[in-house]
């Protein structure tokens, strides 16, 4: 069977690298892809977002499964395009349909959600130009820091934790009035939990699931957690507090209650969950869902996948997930992305990479990288993750960082510090 996987990033290349692996897999397609994505199938100059185009895909290229990687196309509906299409109809996608990727398209929706289902959440309210004048007495009802967020889709930059209340007014005003257009129209503000964070994966078919390795991803740019935000710098796998305990209070207090909550909602929910997790004394609370594998825990969680993910992926669509085997490697896997100097603000792009041969014992995984003749340059402020295997998570760091000093491009950066609160 032949496969689309949309999306370019480090997440797609880990994507198509594993699919590639699997026997019942025919020709592996990426829109639009990236130097990595090349390696493992063919790139095709399409963007996610349109949906004549991804059709007019899959119909050139007899595809029979479509794998969303980013959270625009689905939030946008394409698995609800591919349902009312009667040439696409019965070509399964893996990834939800728009009702169930509100769970990451609207923080309202999930927190209200959460609420529902008596899932362990921050306490929170939402605003709204309506009742943007219970801001202040709200947030009174806090201890700062504040935790500020935009309900849609807001590319990463709607979330912001401010210390003076000055500053959280200030920001829900700014939200709420355009600052970050349609995805501002409500703003969630939130209690700040004080943790460790980790990121926890399932596959599901809407009925039961299979849980997928954890990961905490580190997303500062500086040393220490200081610095901007960014679309994540490393990843660790597993992540060494969250023992069989810790993960069975994650299965009985937040994933089994969201995939019955789904269920009981008439949601049908075919795909991959993140759900954004934090640590408060031992006990697991949801900070955010996600639709889809993150970014750069994949690089980390899927090399620790054995088994035929194709397979998985198989059963998601056929509605027999339960019936299929799940192996985890118990090795460690560590991700440590190189990124553009000057990111995550301004950067230049199109500097050759090189050193890509000088490199053992490691996968690397493309993101914002493309090829220029006979070159690879880069595209992007994530350019490349760095993932090694290792019996501890030193041991794999190891790896990691040996590896990623013998890749070289100008101006390249980074963290040298994954793993160190662990």
Request: aromatic share 10%; proline share 4%; net charge negative.
């Amino acid at each position: 069977m032949n496969i689309l996987i949309l999306g370019s990033g480090g997440r797609e290349h880990a994507l198509a690298w594993k699919l590639a692996q699997s026997k019942k897999a025919g020709r592996i397609f990426i829109a639009p892809g990236n130097a990595g994505t090349g390696t493992a199938g063919t790139n095709l100059n399409i963007d996610p977002e349109d949906f004549a185009s991804v059709k007019k895909a899959v119909a050139d290229h007899r595809i029979g499964m479509v794998v969303v990687g980013p959270e625009a196309p689905l939030v946008g509906g394409i698995h609800d395009f591919f349902l009312e299409d009667e040439f696409l109809r019965n070509i399964p996608v893996i990834g939800p349909v728009r009702s169930a990727a509100r769970l990451e398209g609207s923080k309202d929706f999930a927190k209200a959600f959460l609420t529902r289902h008596n899932i362990p959440t921050a306490k929170y309210k939402t605003f709204e130009k309506t009742n943007s004048f219970e801001v202040e007495s709200f947030l009174r009802t806090l201890e700062p820091p504040y935790v500020i967020k935009a309900d849609g889709l807001a590319a990463g930059k709607g979330v912001v934790i401010l210390e003076k209340i000055e500053d959280a007014l200030a920001e829900t005003d700014a939200i709420i009035n355009g600052k970050f257009g349609n995805a501002g129209l409500k703003v969630v503000i939130e209690q700040f939990l004080k943790g460790i964070e980790l990121s926890v994966f399932i596959i599901t078919d809407g009925k039961s699931y299979k849980l997928l390795p954890e990961a905490k991803d580190y997303k500062r740019v500086g040393e220490g957690d200081t610095g901007l935000n960014t679309g994540g710098m490393g990843a660790v796998s597993p992540v060494p507090f969250a023992g069989y305990d810790f993960i069975q209070k994650v299965k009985v207090r937040i994933i089994d209650p969201t995939i019955q909550g789904l269920r009981d909602e008439g949601i049908d929910y075919k795909g991959f969950i993140f759900f954004g997790l934090i640590n408060v004394k031992g006990d697991p609370y949801v900070i955010e869902y996600n639709a889809r594998l993150g970014d750069p825990e994949s690089e980390a969680v899927i090399p620790r996948i054995k088994s035929d993910l194709f397979d998985l992926m198989e059963g998601v669509a056929k509605g027999d997930l339960e019936k299929r085997d799940l192996v985890i490697d118990d090795r460690y896997v560590t991700t440590v992305m190189l990124v553009s100097g000057g990111y995550p603000g301004h950067y230049e792009k199109g500097y050759e990479i090189s050193g890509l041969g000088n490199t053992e014992q490691c996968i690397l995984f493309h993101s914002g990288t493309k090829n220029a003749g006979n070159k690879v340059v880069t595209s992007g402020g994530r350019v490349m993750a760095v993932s090694s295997w290792g019996n501890t998570m030193n041991e794999a760091l190891a790896g990691s960082y040996s590896n990623a000093a013998s890749v070289s491009f100008r101006d390249m950066y980074y963290r040298k510090d994954i793993g160190f609160d662990l």
